[in-house]
């Protein structure tokens, strides 16, 4: 018996002698192995297994949740009974229930086997993309923030009608953070990252290549004038910030009126004809895509922008319910069923009346990467001022800017947007292209 | 009298251990010290293991319902095994005498050793008695005595109605609270054997409000360790008036113009900028990283000489508040920087050990799947001479910060802050709310800036993310006048 099969049959086995009838169960073991190292001499090097399961149970009119990483016989029992318990104080309206889609049939969908790397792997192959990058520039001194990691995630979710999914895969991921010194210049920092189904997958030599062009293209940065600019923000940037207003398409955050939309938005044009966007678990490109939420849907495509209109909302199985549509295949397991996005492509929509090109433009700012999301957006106002590292580019010849931040509203961002470019390129959190901006506030440093 | 005979690898499958299952009480040193001495036999310098249990809750209130409250009970271990400067963190849900075990033969595999053979001798590991912090404090009867899942709703509910009374253009509003109780052991193969018990707890309020196109967005929240009747005795009242207040003022804000600007901090949790911008800065991580451009500068000038800046984990019930440390070491109070000269770091055992800064009872983790790292406790801007009206009069034009949001250092020093309340100060007076206020700056130029300390040092909570996971600690300091700094906004 496997051991979700295992888990099951004991929370089937202690629900029965709690008398409880009705509850599902969402979980995940993870296996993980990292490395990182100093010098060429490993650092630390660490290595966890660990379980959690969230489990929901329903009292009548009322559901109670509880999460344990106990998932021995006796931990579950605990876990169902303290659950019980907490259904006593849930909610009486819009009581959330299984998801209709919890039994759908899920098409097969590529998934990676689990690997195996030994530690001695991981170490000799991080150790000699440490040496490329310090041989790659005398300035580069050290890489105070290095790693690689190999990761086996298997998930599961069962419930009491007789549902149950379970998929697994592996990820394998390394990142590499510069550090320069020279005399009478302020240290700068620059890195890159990469992942894979496998460390044998990972394109390390790019990685160590990117990190080491970003870093001497800021070597000689100058300081810039505050004010206006026509912005050019790179995937990674323009993904990083529509991420953080991510509530302007979550049901969730809609009902809880902590969105900057409302239930009547959809059909609204927030964005200009040029952008398209799309929650897509599945693309291609999203390594360990996951085939079903926590609530068992299965995941799918959801275009959210439609050439500037606002299209869909991403929903769990009761923002579903209480808005009349059907499971997005977004829900998260915690205190309260969350909906969040899975992998988000950007893309251009209508085609673009001017074409724009780094090689011609005079006076744009690239904005490589925002730093502080947690802290600059104000997600609720609509707002961000962000520190970002990048470059003034004036006809293809770059710049770096000194430390500088960028500020604006995530809506009128949208509404600026001047072009975008057809090349898509994968980042960690989804796919996205190039996209120009007209007329944002930059505050140099 | 007989010495009892050296333990043989082989005998080790036919032990029996009978550790409390839910209590780390003296049962456990048995398997621990036979555990911790089968590593040193299998050539590593250094075994630590971390044992925990945590027992969490979390309650929230939307507006008049209830929306959530959610238990979640979690077991574990770690083990971190050195040798020589280089170590390895392996963490394990399994807390049987087999399950430690196959953790620690993983971690030493790791680090290239393997148990020995089965006619090997195992070291004793003589752990000393157990120094139970748990005892003191009535901390056993803490978690019974803390707040039912009954209590926390009806004062949720009861504080979220305050709210709505106190408050203007409410669109949503959210008070909500959690309970954070754990147990931990620590035993190393130094002879530390150690164990306590925690109690953390924290409550507050998240307001928003909306008028036409307006919008403002307030949080308020506090926190206690130690104190488990933390929540019925919650001064919901005082803090809805005043989340109440800064959501109204900030509603008809206008946006800051960006520009170098003389600024006055606020108390309290103004502190984060000293924390983020200096405190990271002055951990041992930072220094093995090189990182921290502090690394070398001990009895050297740092900072303004109005300056002077604690770490510690002593003041009672203060949200970083610790009776020993995540590798079973007591509790210190650690002067940072004295009247603007470095005089310590922050160190854990591995950043002693690589750096030769003393340890200062400062590591740290979130949890025990994590190894522990060097981190603050309660860090804090001493006083000064100045009243707070002394500040204010100083400006001319400039900026009161006086709520902060959250900030990031980035690997070279320069730090960046969100203002979430701020006002514009004209003639030594505060004229009109401004929003959309970043401060940047680099560590090393802002030190030297803060000119004038005022008397009323106030302590916040907060909670702090780094290498070892997210840790609860304090930030404070009294306010401070900053001659110069760059203000980010439209």
Request: glycine share 8%.
């Amino acid at each position: 018996m496997s051991k979700i099969q295992t888990i099951a049959q004991d929370a089937k086995n202690a629900a029965a002698k709690l008398g409880i009838q009705k509850f599902d169960i969402y979980g995940s073991t993870v296996d993980e192995t990292s490395v990182q190292v100093d010098s060429g001499e490993p650092q630390q090097m660490k290595a966890s297994q660990r379980s959690g399961v969230t489990v929901r149970v329903w009292n009548g009119g009322t559901v109670g949740v509880t999460s344990t990483t106990d998932v021995d016989p006796v931990g579950l029992e605990l876990a169902l009974k303290t659950a019980f318990e907490a259904s006593a104080f849930g909610a009486t309206e819009n009581v959330p229930d299984f998801s209709p889609e919890a039994m759908a049939t899920i098409e097969d969908h590529k998934a990676s086997a689990p690997t195996t790397s030994t530690v001695e792997k991981l170490l000799s192959t991080l150790v000699s993309a440490e040496k490329a990058l310090l041989e790659s520039h005398a300035a580069i001194t050290a890489i105070p923030y290095n790693g690689l990691a190999e990761r086996a995630l298997e998930r599961f979710y069962i419930n009491s009608n007789g549902a149950t999914r379970h998929e697994s895969h592996a990820v394998a991921s390394v990142y590499l953070y510069t550090k320069t010194e020279q005399e009478n210049r302020k240290p700068r920092s620059a890195g890159a990252f990469r992942v894979g189904y496998g460390v044998d997958e990972l394109d390390i030599k790019a990685c160590v290549k990117e990190a080491a062009d970003k870093t001497i293209s800021h070597l000689d940065y100058e300081k810039i004038q505050t004010g206006k600019y026509r912005v050019v923000f790179s995937p990674e940037a323009i993904l990083g910030l529509v991420g953080a207003f991510s509530n302007l398409f979550n049901a969730q955050s809609i009902l809880d009126n902590q969105s900057l939309s409302t239930a009547e938005s959809l059909g609204e044009t927030i964005a200009s004809p040029l952008l398209s966007l799309s929650d897509d678990a599945l693309h291609p490109e999203n390594i360990g895509a996951e085939t079903f939420d926590g609530e068992g849907t299965p995941t799918r495509c959801i275009p959210l922008i439609t050439n500037g209109v606002l299209t869909s909302f991403i929903h769990s199985a009761g923002t579903a319910k209480r808005m009349n549509t059907t499971p997005t295949g977004n829900a998260s397991m915690g205190a309260k069923v969350g909906v969040s996005r899975n992998f988000l492509h950007l893309f251009a929509g209508e085609p673009a009346t001017e074409i724009y090109s780094l090689e011609t433009a005079e006076n744009v700012i690239l904005v490589d990467e925002l730093s502080a999301l947690h802290a600059g957006v104000q997600s609720l106002q609509g707002s961000f001022s962000l520190p970002f590292d990048g470059w003034l580019v004036n006809k293809g010849v770059r710049t770096s800017i000194d430390s500088a931040t960028i500020a604006g509203d995530i809506r009128e961002v949208l509404k600026a947007i001047i072009f975008v470019e057809p090349e898509t390129h994968f980042t960690g959190s989804g796919v996205a292209p190039y996209v120009w901006v007209e007329g944002l506030s930059v505050t140099g440093g | 009298m007989l010495a009892t005979p050296l333990l043989i690898t082989r005998e080790i499958p036919n032990l029996t251990y009978s550790a409390t299952p839910r209590c780390f009480d003296e049962s456990w040193e048995a398997p621990l010290s036979t555990l911790l001495g089968l590593g040193r036999a299998a050539g590593a310098d250094f075994i630590e293991f971390f044992l925990e249990r945590v027992n969490y809750i979390s309650c929230m209130a939307e507006d008049d319902v209830i929306s959530s409250i959610a238990p979640k009970l979690s077991t574990g271990a770690g083990v971190r095994v050195f040798l020589g400067k280089a170590d390895c963190y392996v963490s394990t849900n399994d807390l049987s005498f087999n399950g430690l075990k196959a953790a620690l033969e993983k971690a030493l595999g790791i680090m290239g050793l393997t148990f020995p053979s089965a006619m090997s001798f195992v070291p004793e590991i003589n752990l000393e008695i157990l120094r139970d912090y748990a005892t003191k404090r009535s901390k056993a009867s803490w978690l019974d005595n803390s707040s039912s899942m009954q209590e926390m709703s009806d004062v949720l509910l009861a504080a979220n109605d305050t709210l709505l009374k106190k408050a203007a253009h409410v669109r949503s509003r959210k008070a909500a609270y959690f309970r954070d109780w754990q147990e931990m052991m620590v035993a190393a193969s130094d002879g530390t054997f150690a164990r306590d018990i925690r109690l953390t707890q924290s409550v507050g309020y998240s307001l928003l409000c909306e008028e036409g196109s307006n919008r403002s967005n307030i949080n308020k929240r506090v926190g206690s360790t130690s104190d488990p009747a933390f929540l019925r005795t919650w001064d919901y009242a005082f803090d809805a008036e005043e989340v109440s207040e800064s959501a109204g003022k900030m509603l008809y804000a206008d946006y800051v113009e960006s520009g170098d600007y003389p600024i006055v901090m606020a108390n309290q949790f103004g502190g984060v900028i000293f924390h983020e911008a200096c405190g990271h800065l002055l951990e041992t991580t930072q220094i093995e990283r090189k990182t921290t451009p502090f690394m070398d500068k001990k009895g050297q000038k740092i900072a303004h000489e109005n300056l002077t800046a604690w770490d510690e984990g002593l003041t009672k019930d203060a949200f970083g508040t610790i009776d020993m440390d995540d590798e079973g070491m007591p509790a210190q109070r650690t002067l940072l920087i004295e009247n603007g000269i470095l005089k310590n770091f922050i160190s854990d055992r591995a950043g002693s050990m690589r750096t030769g800064h003393p340890r200062t009872g400062s590591g740290r983790r979130q949890g025990y799947t994590h190894a522990a790292a060097s981190r603050m406790r309660n860090t804090y801007i001493a006083p000064g001479k100045f009243t707070t009206d002394e500040l204010f009069a100083s400006i001319d034009k400039g900026i009161y910060c006086k709520k902060m949001g959250g900030g990031s250092v980035g690997a070279t020093g320069e730090f960046n802050f969100a203002v979430d309340e701020a006002y514009l100060i004209e003639n030594g007076k505060l004229t009109k709310p401004l929003k959309g206020a970043t401060l940047i700056g680099e560590a090393v130029d802002v030190m030297q800036k803060i000119s004038m300390s005022s008397q009323d040092l106030g302590l916040a909570a907060g909670f702090c993310g780094s290498v070892s996971g997210s840790v609860y600690v304090t930030v404070g300091q009294p306010h401070l006048k900053v001659d110069s700094i760059t203000v980010g906004g439209r």
